[in-house]
């Protein structure tokens, strides 16, 4: 059930864009994604619904192709504050049950 | 405001002491959600509730447990705790899940140590 995420791990220098894309071999009805920083808890960002949605956050936005059952999140002119793991995460096929994806650890250096 | 409360943040426990960690919530939502969390790892669900009725994942070991006395509250229960279950346990809520689109909100969760 958990989904999929690319790369694993990127390291930027500040304003440098980036990709992370999340693959779920199972239908997607929702897309969200969370930011988490070290010892604390995620913070949400954004949901994507059905029908190739495309949404942004400040300069972080994400798009969603429902028929290749894939979510990508781009992050452009990154901040050092961007520093962090991202996760996709998807409702299960009930809608209760949610679940993350595997995780992209985030670095942006000076 | 916190919305969503877990106590303790940090729990010392004994190899084999049971140990309950609690989450409380303000938001009346009605999923709540217990997840793992080990060091570098993704957030594995363990259980949900949608009101009362529970909800294991199938690769949840026995040894936890969950109790949800009302909408606002819910427990974890580790009957034996192993070094292997140490780790962030992390409580969320949704709204009902008839409503996909809504976000999942998160406790500041409790960091679990076993001795």
């Known amino acids: 059930q958990q989904p999929v995420q690319s790369p694993q791990a990127v390291i930027l220098r500040e304003g440098e864009d980036a990709v992370i894309n999340c693959s779920s071999s199972?239908?997607?009805?929702?897309v969200h994604w969370y930011r988490q920083k070290h010892g604390e808890a995620p913070v949400f960002l954004m949901i994507?619904?059905?029908?190739?949605e495309q949404k942004g956050h400040e300069k972080i936005s994400a798009s969603f192709n429902e028929k290749k059952q894939q979510s990508s999140l781009y992050l452009t002119a990154s901040q050092l504050s961007y520093s962090g793991t991202y996760f996709c995460?998807?409702?299960?096929?009930?809608?209760?049950?949610?679940?993350f994806g595997t995780g992209t650890s985030l670095t942006v250096i000076p | 405001d916190a919305m969503v409360i877990q106590n303790p943040r940090y729990q010392v426990t004994q190899f084999g002491k049971p140990v309950t960690l609690s989450c409380s919530q303000t938001?009346?939502?009605?999923?709540m959600y217990w997840y793992q969390q080990k060091s570098s790892q993704a957030p594995k669900l363990l259980f949900h509730?949608?009101?009362?009725?529970?909800?294991n994942e199938a690769d949840t070991p026995d040894n936890f447990q969950s109790r949800r006395p009302n909408t606002s509250f819910c427990f974890l229960d580790i009957r034996s705790p192993g070094l292997g279950d140490a780790a962030m346990y992390l409580c969320a809520t949704r709204r009902t899940p008839t409503a996909p689109n809504t976000e999942a909100f998160f406790g500041q969760g409790t960091r679990l140590t076993v001795v």
């Open positions: 995460g998807t409702a299960g096929s009930t809608g209760n049950q949610f679940y």
């Open positions: 994507l619904l059905k029908g190739g």
């Open positions: 199972k239908a997607l009805y929702s």
């Open positions: 509730y949608y009101d009362k009725d529970f909800n």
């Open positions: 938001l009346n939502h009605n999923v």
